[in-house]
């Protein structure tokens, strides 16, 4: 099972990194660069104070063309229990590129420009941890990119003996699919951790599930209970074990033009 792991990964990061199909696709590829970083707010300091750097953090963007979009995950039903090394922080900041090129490029302009509004940010929050994953579409029930308050649930899975990633997602598309006939607009990612990862996720990775609005997620959850998936569960059992769900909001940062 390591090895099928690893195997997926290896793949992934070389499409990431090389693949001239990603750059075609830029504006809404099915596999993209993450960045993750937990944040402790400073004291005084509150999701308010984060929020109210969006409109200077924009200029900085636009400043610098950057393809990097990002969004903030308020714990909502989360047992802090839950977390990888059971970590200490308030918020999580989530930033989303094309491709492996682009997040590069993001990074090099910011070490180079940032002081500024570092500065700023220094000022609200402290970084405890950074994480890079490669995120992975499994299923996508919209297009577009969510630009309003919205939901995220995050599962920590393993692949379980004689089990594949194609297993997986076979059992993740079928329930995708039969929640989205029931009135579901959410979507399914396969996020697959990286440098920075915390000793407690090897071999794993997050199964996601990301909502438009808040709406959207009690949309899913109804379809869910009014709907028979007992046959998608189990597929979804056969191929691998997975964590509690852990309940996000999901507050927009930047979201880059396109």
Partial sequence: MKKVFLKTLLILMSV??????????????DIFQVETTTMKFNSGKDLQDLLSLRRKFSEFAKSGEIKFSSRILVPWAVSKATFPDNQDWDVLWIGFSPNTGDYADTLSYYLKNGDM?????????TNTDTTLMYGEV??????????????VLFRTCRLNDKQTMDSAKKAIVAMSEKLK???????????????GAAPSMQDAFLRVRIFPSVEAWGESGMAY???????EQAAAGRAMSCSAFRLYL???FYVRER
């Fill in 225 to 231: 209970q009014n709907g028979d998936l007992s046959k």
């Fill in 16 to 29: 990431g990194l090389s693949s001239p199909a990603i750059t075609e696709q830029a504006d809404d590829p």
């Fill in 138 to 151: 499994v299923f996508r029930a919209e297009r577009s990119v969510p630009e309003e308050n919205g939901a």
């Fill in 181 to 195: 006939a029931g009135g579901s607009k959410g979507s399914s990612y396969f996020w697959y951790p990286g440098p």
């Fill in 250 to 252: 999901s507050y927009p």
């Fill in 117 to 125: 509004i570092n500065a700023d940010f220094d000022g609200v929050r």
